[in-house]
């Protein structure tokens, strides 16, 4: 999976947004297929028409398409149907408080099955906590983000990060 770009509704409102990012890709040399582009619920909703036209042809490229912050605007679920969404990335805000008693959990649910039914990628985000993180591995969420890993890196101590780990692992190997 790789890291994603949000996108805002004002950027695919405009007319050449999908030549811009395809062209960028070429000039770049950057295979389509590694790059996905977040775009918010509400962002999906305006101009949808040519919103649909844009990512469909992006996505006929290779580009991923996810949906951020999911559960939090006003997106009709007939709109999943309709847009070339791979990933719904469930919003902080419902694993937060996340307990199995409480209306978050139910929503968790609900999202987590509505996508293993569309067959789309899942992420949840803003996970902070072993519990967290277990119920969601018990619902079949297979990958999620959040300071329970740690905080956001910047590239550098991204890759320091990664070296210790691979040092690490390296030395438990032999």
């Given at each position: 999976?790789?890291?994603g ?5 004002k950027q695919?409102?405009q ?8 062209d960028?890709?070429r ?8 790059v ?9 909703i305006?101009?949808?028409?040519g ?20 559960g ?32 978050e ?21 803003g ?20 300071h ?12 320091d ?6 040092a690490?692992?390296?030395t438990?190997v032999?």
């Amino acid at each position: 999976n790789s890291p994603g770009s949000t996108v805002s509704a004002k950027q695919l409102e405009q007319a050449n947004f999908d030549d811009f990012i395809l062209d960028t890709l070429r000039k770049h040399k950057v295979p389509p297929r590694q790059v996905e582009l977040e775009i918010t619920e509400n962002a999906v909703i305006n101009n949808r028409k040519g919103v649909v036209e844009k990512l469909t042809r992006l996505s006929k490229h290779g580009v991923r398409i996810a949906i951020d912050d999911f559960g939090t605007g006003y997106c009709s679920l007939a709109y999943l149907q309709h847009f070339p969404i791979h990933t719904l990335k469930i919003d902080r805000s419902f694993i937060h408080d996340i307990r199995e008693d409480r209306h978050e959990a139910c929503i968790v649910n609900a999202i987590i099955s509505l996508a293993q039914g569309l067959k789309l990628h899942l992420v949840a985000e803003g996970v902070e906590t072993r519990h967290q993180l277990d119920y969601l591995k018990r619902l079949g969420c297979t990958e999620v983000q959040g300071h329970y890993f740690s905080a956001a890196l910047s590239a550098e101590h991204t890759l320091d990060m990664l070296g210790d780990v691979t040092a690490r692992f390296m030395t438990q190997v032999h």
